[in-house]
């Protein structure tokens, strides 16, 4: 039996290549979700297919409002209505604003930002005569807390945490709820990538001198973690949360 009553649905799955959008990928076919796993690089999703049952592989840019379009027609033409949307795809690029470029800028939003519009668009026109559905955008706790060489980064998940909200408000006389979950450092390539030959050990202890607290459950998360927790919002249990931002972090943003 399902843990989370969703065998049989839907889902949209952006980002699906790597990182917290395979695990969400993974976590909802393992619930018996026929899932459409879209992401930029084909290659990957393809190799996820290949592993798990009931995994629609799909080639789409989020930066593309009609690649987006076609991605959610796709789905519903070959799994059926879209159940729940999760807008996982994300970039980040690091530097002091002072330095840095305005192609870097637009690149963080066309993703971040402009992409959770464009896909959530698409999928809600669909959702919204049949009055029913979910959207999880996958944000960051850097959209609550300041970061510093991590503006850009921490702007637009600010600004996808917000537009997630506003949807929420909208579409929720149609009974479709629009929640967020924020991860705090999770164990993914974009993570790594910023370590250094210490490993993680620095981000769990933080940094004083770049205003970063520590991690108080003292690990880093792992990408299922954060899928746990979207699919928790995903699921019926969560029937009455709607425009609610969670929290993923292992307490380090001290949020009350």
């Not at 530097?95 to 800028?105: L, N, R, T």
């Not at 999880?136 to 980064?153: L, W």
């Amino acid at each position: 039996m399902s843990g989370f009553g969703l065998t049989g649905s839907v889902a949209l799955v952006t980002g699906a290549g790597q990182g917290i959008g395979r695990a969400v990928a993974c976590a909802l076919a393992a619930e018996g979700v026929r899932v459409a796993a879209t992401d930029r690089t084909g290659d990957r999703v393809d190799e996820l297919a290949g592993t798990r049952r009931g995994i629609l592989p799909q080639v789409a840019d989020v930066t593309s409002a009609e690649q987006m379009e076609a991605a959610a027609e796709n789905a519903e033409r070959l799994l059926g209505p879209i159940d729940m949307l999760v807008n996982v795809a994300g970039v980040l690029h690091t530097g002091q604003i002072v330095d840095f470029s305005d192609d870097d800028w637009a690149h963080i939003f066309a993703v971040n930002t402009t992409g959770v519009f464009h896909t959530s668009r698409a999928v809600a026109r669909r959702m919204i005569p049949r009055r029913s559905g979910v959207i999880v955008t996958v944000s960051s706790n850097a959209a609550g807390v300041p970061r510093a060489g991590m503006a850009a980064y921490a702007a637009s998940k600010a600004a996808s945490t917000m537009f997630t909200k506003s949807l929420g408000l909208e579409l929720a006389p149609y009974g479709i709820r629009c929640n967020v979950v924020a991860p705090g450092s999770t164990d993914t390539p974009m993570q790594r990538a910023l370590w250094t030959e210490a490993g993680p050990a620095p981000v769990i202890e933080g940094d004083p001198a770049a205003f970063r607290t520590g991690i108080p459950l003292g690990r880093i998360a792992a990408p299922e973690d954060i899928a746990d927790a979207v699919l928790f919002l995903a699921s019926p249990r969560a029937r009455h949360i709607t425009m609610h931002d969670l929290y993923v972090d292992g307490g380090a943003t001290l949020r009350a």
